[in-house]
Nanobody
Framework: QVQLVESGGGLVQPGGSLRLSCAAS????????MYWYRQGPGKQRELVAH???????NYADSVKGRFTISRDNAKNTVSLQMSSLKPEDTAVYYC????????????WGQGTQVTVSS
């Protein structure tokens, strides 16, 4: 079982940048497509981006051109570089290797809060 720990959230002004990281506890991480989700206040959880084991990335339309997902299989980490942040990006961001699993279960990280506000 892989444990996932997110970090890097915080408070940022509109137009600012943040870099989120998700660290996996085991090197089998490299075999998995990794996902970033977010859930804003009063909103449903939504897929932000995902990256295959080989590094092919896909993005939600709402973040395309502003966010970049990347992975370092040697370090068992997946990152989300967020730029040109907007207030509507405010959410708790989660990484997972199994989006079909029970939310909050062992295949999900604990989440990191991102707040975009002036």
């Amino acid at each position: 079982q892989v444990q996932l720990v997110e970090s890097g959230g915080g408070l940022v002004q509109p137009g600012g940048s943040l870099r989120l990281s998700c660290a996996a506890s085991k090197n089998i991480f490299r075999f998995y497509t990794m996902y970033w989700y977010r859930q804003g206040p009063g909103k449903q959880r939504e897929l932000v981006a995902h990256i295959s084991s080989g590094g092919s990335a896909n993005y939600a339309d709402s973040v395309k051109g502003r966010f970049t997902i990347s992975r370092d299989n040697a370090k068992n980490t997946v990152s989300l570089q967020m730029s040109s942040l907007k207030p509507e990006d405010t959410a708790v961001y989660y990484c997972t290797l199994n989006p079909g699993s029970i939310f909050g279960g062992p295949d999900w990280g604990q989440g990191t809060q991102v707040t975009v506000s002036s």
